[in-house]
């Protein structure tokens, strides 16, 4: 048997006033998810460990049952596993967003973070922003050694990468995606706690805890200056429209250690990894599978669903038993609480990418197994992460339903699966 994990990131909700009490999910016109959930079996899945941060790091991860406590080193060496940056024992990796922040000058509100997506700053755009921060911002560690501390590499849109030659991991980073509309001063870079008092770098050759705090936040301050004058800022300021005008740092770590999914489940003999996010190809390189990238593919809600869903057709029938397709849009639109448009991704999804891949598998000889499921949830009326247990469904064509149908976060908590942990959930599939 194949199988495919369909995943809408951040798709889940919480119940909404203007949607009579229902959740997005309850209230999306959504039939193929329905019926899925109709002919399969459901269930609610906790896809972040006690301890951990609700973010899409952590839940992919773990819904593709990796122990967290032994394999997370944050997003950063993940991004850099997909954007082809083999990081070195020294290295410390950080995720970069190029966010838009409000009046940084003005003592009256200190500015505040307007939104972590830099005005959905475009690539083509933010390579041109990236090579100035490394023409103006890239140090060398000393004349004497001649080689850089900082090193920003350019990903896609507004996520980018950071490395800083002999950075500490032992700092605490806020995501901008959780504080938007909060004052950005407060949220910068700190020594992790038991850093406090001088504890010793991890090696010799590393800076302090406090010590790469502090260059972070130095960088962040430069950014703001530099990117202030550049002339795609000073354009977007005369139209009034939202600037990428800050770097933002956070989620970093070093080069981490994770088995391939071929060497954890033996009926994985190969897969593949369809999204258009860093992050998931980065999980995706280290879990063993090859990256598919498809034309089109944004992020956001007018990424290519069609080209997503044969890409991962193809996959299927080329020779891969296991596919794992991210779609990030559901995501997106909550974190700008735009409720209109997270029903249309929800409705897209359905739609467009999953009711083909079902109606192209479901005949086929070998048996090819589906779940659906988001990742964390991001309520549009919050919009940041909630790390709270999200629903699942899982059909194939000889799996015995249970008595749910429809697929929601209510509906999902009666199904036969009931409450899964992390890796339980990746169990249950490959048994299904």
Same mark, same amino acid.
């Given at each position: ?26 209230? =999306? ?8 959930? #109709? ?19 952590? =839940? ?36 970069? +967003? ?21 005005? +959905?700053? #475009? &690539?083509?755009? @933010? ?8 023409? +103006?911002? @890239? ?86 200056? /530099? ?32 088995? &391939? ?17 860093? /992050? ?6 280290? =879990? ?70 079902? +109606? ?12 659906? /499921? ?18 699942? /469904? ?33 169990? @249950?599939?490959?048994?299904?």
């Amino acid at each position: 048997m194949k199988h495919i994990i369909i995943l809408g990131d951040g798709m889940a909700d919480l119940p909404v006033e203007r949607l009579g009490g229902k959740t997005l999910l309850q209230y =999306a016109n959504k039939p193929t998810m329905d019926l899925l959930a #109709q002919k399969g079996r459901t269930g609610r899945l906790i896809t972040v460990p006690e301890g951990f941060p609700p973010g899409s790091e952590v =839940a992919n991860t773990a819904i593709l049952g990796y122990d967290l406590n032994k394999v997370y080193e944050g997003r950063g060496p993940l991004e850099a596993a997909s954007i082809g940056y083999d990081m070195s024992d020294d290295d410390f990796a950080i995720r970069c +967003n190029i966010i838009t922040i409000g009046d940084y000058k003005s003592p009256q509100t200190d500015g505040r973070i307007i939104t972590h997506n830099g005005g +959905n700053l #475009q &690539t083509d755009d @933010a390579h041109v922003l990236i090579d100035y921060l490394n023409e +103006n911002l @890239a140090k060398p560690i000393n004349e004497r050694e001649g080689c850089q501390r900082v090193r920003f590499i350019t990903g896609i849109q507004y996520r980018h990468l950071l490395v800083i030659k002999g950075g500490s991991k032992h700092i605490v980073c806020a995501p901008p995606h959780d504080h938007p509309g909060e004052p950005w001063r407060p949220l910068l870079v700190k020594a992790a706690p038991t850093a406090v008092g001088g504890l010793p770098a991890d090696t010799p050759s590393r800076l302090s805890p406090q010590e790469t705090a502090d260059l972070l936040n130095t960088l962040i301050l430069r950014s703001q200056d /530099l990117l202030a004058r550049h002339p795609y800022n000073i354009a977007k300021a005369e139209k009034g429209e939202r600037q990428a005008n800050s770097i933002w740092p956070w989620s970093g770590g070093y080069r981490p250690s994770m088995q &391939t999914l071929q060497q954890q489940y033996p009926q994985i003999k190969s897969g593949a990894v369809i999204s258009a996010v860093d /992050l998931i190809q980065g999980i995706g390189r280290y =879990a063993g599978l090859r990256i598919v990238k498809v034309p089109g593919a944004t992020g956001l809600a007018d990424t290519n669903y069609e080209g997503k869903a044969q890409a991962a057709i193809d996959a299927l029938r080329s020779g891969d038993d296991f596919v794992f397709v991210h779609v990030e849009a559901s995501d997106e639109a909550g974190h700008d609480g735009d409720l209109e448009l997270k029903l249309k991704t929800i409705e897209y999804l359905d739609r467009r990418l999953i009711k083909p891949i079902y +109606n192209e598998v479901k005949a086929w000889e070998e048996p090819v197994c589906i779940a659906v /499921l988001p990742d964390h949830l991001t309520p549009v009326e919050m919009r940041i992460h909630v790390g709270q247990p999200v629903p699942f /469904l899982i059909w194939h064509r000889d799996i015995v339903p249970d008595n749910v149908t429809q697929y929601d976060e209510v509906s999902c908590v009666s199904g036969d699966y009931g409450l899964l942990k992390l890796n339980e959930f990746m169990q @249950a599939l490959m048994s299904a």
